[in-house]
């Protein structure tokens, strides 16, 4: 690892054992507190990979991926609320071309409301009226291939249950919106690049998460005690374990390493880390017994935090068919 | 062989199915999971219905499979007021059946069973709560971790050490225990990952007399006892799985549909409908097999501990699968409740890893499957 994203890495963690360690249940149950966002504002971590020109802290993408893998080790939610800041709405905002909105978006760092329907199966709209960040300034919406960007008028709407990432919320919100501050036209091929280009950022956080999940398994299977033995000492916990943490490790090497990807690596990274993240952190669960499914223990937050990556944002057939047309170098896998 | 079941239990399966599909509504469901409630009043009407009849527990099966397709945690929730009652039915005394199963069998009473402990489920045997007999009675002191209906149970069937045997599992004996007993108190745990409409509850047992004709069969055969009744009731766990992995099909394969017939016609998709749908089947058959032998009263609990297993198995499967062909869909309402439902399966009542340990120490004693 470069030395400035090694130094990067280090501050993110120093900001996360200072503001967030010992809080990752209270902030999944409760949600992100402001004093907490505008903290990790003022550290520049909310604005990362945002370009100094436009207001943000300039850091290059190695950096980038290192801080969502460390804030996702201790809040998947942190992660994904700087991983939607940085690589949804920011690029989303800059490409209608406003500078006085791209201004206005980055120096609040304030969340934008999306139409589903911008990551849903073909535009399709299956999510209906389901909305991202309701209690955001402005909203964004997808109708045929223009994206508009509207101020938010109407009410902040109720907010729906889901299954992770709790601590950023998730809601309906129903038209009409107010004044029009952007639009630009298409979306199609915005939104695939996001798909591709995002795949990176997925699969930090879902490592990172991962790499918890497996932190704290090592960890009780050394102090629980079951049959006289503690757990470290039965081949169906230790053999698992063990193999997980050196799958990490690989995963860890390549997403981490700075060199140059392929098309097909890069979003295959993706699938490749969410899989080990559902069935790591499932395994980190399974480890803890009945304590791993009780919601203090922080476990179970960190097997639904990471099924959550996985519909982020589109069906995992879509993410294929672009890997599959990677590896063609044209379009594959449509049937 | 004939895999079609008796008229009388698809009937049967008609009635349950219609009564949850009136009575489990969404607005319940979703109520007691994020308000963690009891759904009293569902218990009442699910008796009422007639839909437990121990008289015939295919019948029982069916109801569990039925109701946790709709809702695992309000099937559990309204079916487990009896957890622990075969405990009694095969070996408590007549005087024990009748003050404490007839209230539980007429929808009078709540019951729960309390074996693992906070150091430890798994091993049944190292449990520490101690009953000691003073006279006419036993004094016991511990504490019971993660019981089902803890805090809303009448009474429970309890496991407690009597003597200190060199074989651990033979100084264990049952007792019933009331809730109103001085020195027993429950602390009902919050916060679960799923199952939410159920109670759980860590129980504190603090020099809390029990009379001796509380003692259930003979002293030192609590082990036995208990592992009869998982042998019995893991069967009933894997019929929670077949209808958690049920429900989690059928309404991912609707989601799927309505994202357009662009999306539910690619293979991909198909597929996993394919698999899941598959591997439903095969925990169906493996979990009917092991009922119907011990239902014919000739348990194989290598085959009850493969059908638990596998159900469970296929549950978690089912509602993986199912959020991840759905995307966006899937993560929020229905069917995020039933992936957090279904993880339990996997643990309660044997954890997977003790299933499989069942499974190739008799297949090992056994000399291999037949
Ligand atoms: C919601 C809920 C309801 C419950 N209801 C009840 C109830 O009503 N009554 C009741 O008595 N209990 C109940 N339980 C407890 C449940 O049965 C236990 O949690 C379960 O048996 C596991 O025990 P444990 O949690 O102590 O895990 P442990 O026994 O500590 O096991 C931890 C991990 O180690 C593994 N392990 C242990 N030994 C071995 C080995 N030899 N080889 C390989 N792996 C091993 C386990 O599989 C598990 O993955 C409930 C639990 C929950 C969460």
Redesign the pocket.
Known sequence: MREEVQLIKESAREFLLKEVAGREVSIDRNGLDPGLLSRVRDQGFMTAVIPQEDGGSGLDRDSYLVVLNEMAKYSGSLAAAIFMFNSIEYPLIRETGSKSLLNEFVSSAGQIALDCRLFSYGGSGSAGDLYMFPDSRVVATLQNDVIRIYRKESENPEVVSQLGFRGIRFGHLHGPFGEEVGSFSGSGKFISGLMERTSEEIASIVLGISSTALAKAVE??KV????G?P?KA????AFPLAMRMAQLSILENFVFSGSEKSRLELIGEREISLDFARDTTKLAL?????????EDFGVEMLYRDALFAGSFFWPRSEHMRSMATALYEDEAGSI | MDFAMDEKYEEHRKKVRDFAKKEFTEKIAEDCDTGEKYPEELRRKAFEAGLMDFTDPWKILITIEELCSVDESLGVAVT?PY??AEVLMLFGSDYLKEKYLTPVNTGKAIM?????????????AGIKTRATLEGDHYVLNGS???????SIANHFVL?ARTSDEEKKHHGLSCFVVESTFEGFKANK?KG?MG?RA?D?AELQLNNVKVPKENLIGEPGKGFYYIMTFFNISRIYVAAQGLGVAKGALNLSMSVAKNMGESYVSQESVQFEISEMATRFEAARLLTYKAASFLFNFNPNPTLTSMAKFYAAETAVFCTERSVEITGMNGVFGQLERFLRDAK?LE????????E??IIARNLIKEGGVS
Do not use: C
Not at chain 1, 224 to 227: E, K, Q
Not at chain 1, 234 to 237: A, D, E, H, L
């Open positions: 009780y299977s629980r005690y079951a049959f033995s757990l039965f081949q169906p916990i399974q480890t803890h017994g009945g304590y791993g499914y009780i | 487990t957890f622990g729960g069973l309390a074996v693992t402990e906070p150091g430890g489920g798994s091993d049944v019971k971790m993660f019981i089902t209906n803890g496991l745990l679960k199952v159920t759980t339990i643990i309660w009542e044997g954890t997977s890893e003790v499989k340990l």
